[in-house]
């Protein structure tokens, strides 16, 4: 069974920094794709980043240039880096996993960490 467990949000100021930590568990779990996402109250949850097992990296326009998405494939762990931030950054954000197989691609989530910016 595989499990994600995110770790590293908490309540910071405007301007501040904070890193997240995404730990799977599973000797085997190799995702073809991880990635991290956050959810606002009231509003649908919004996809981040993304890092492909080769390293290939996609960012949202509303996080390129501030946060920084990078994975140890050794210790299948996923970090977001998250810089500059903005009270409209405050959300629970979660980290995704994605394992493409022939006929299907199976999802994996964490639980999510709450991130709040003050301003």
């Known amino acids: 069974q595989v499990q994600l467990v995110e770790s590293g949000g908490g309540l910071v100021q405007a301007g501040g920094s904070l890193r997240l930590s995404c730990a799977a568990s599973?000797?085997?779990?190799?995702?073809?794709?991880m990635g991290w996402y956050r959810q606002a109250p009231g509003k649908q949850r919004e996809l981040l980043a993304t890092?492909?097992?080769?390293?290939?990296?996609t960012y949202a326009d509303s996080v390129k240039g501030r946060f920084t998405i990078s994975r140890d494939n050794a210790k299948n762990t996923l970090y977001l880096q998250m810089n500059s931030l903005k009270p409209e950054d405050t959300a629970v954000y979660y980290c995704?996993?994605?394992?493409?197989?022939?006929?299907?691609?199976?999802?994996?989530w964490g639980q999510g960490t709450q991130v709040t910016v003050s301003s």
């Open positions: 599973g000797s085997t779990f190799s995702p073809n794709v």
């Open positions: 890092i492909m097992s080769g390293g290939y990296t």
């Open positions: 995704n996993a994605k394992v493409w197989l022939p006929l299907r691609s199976d999802d994996y």
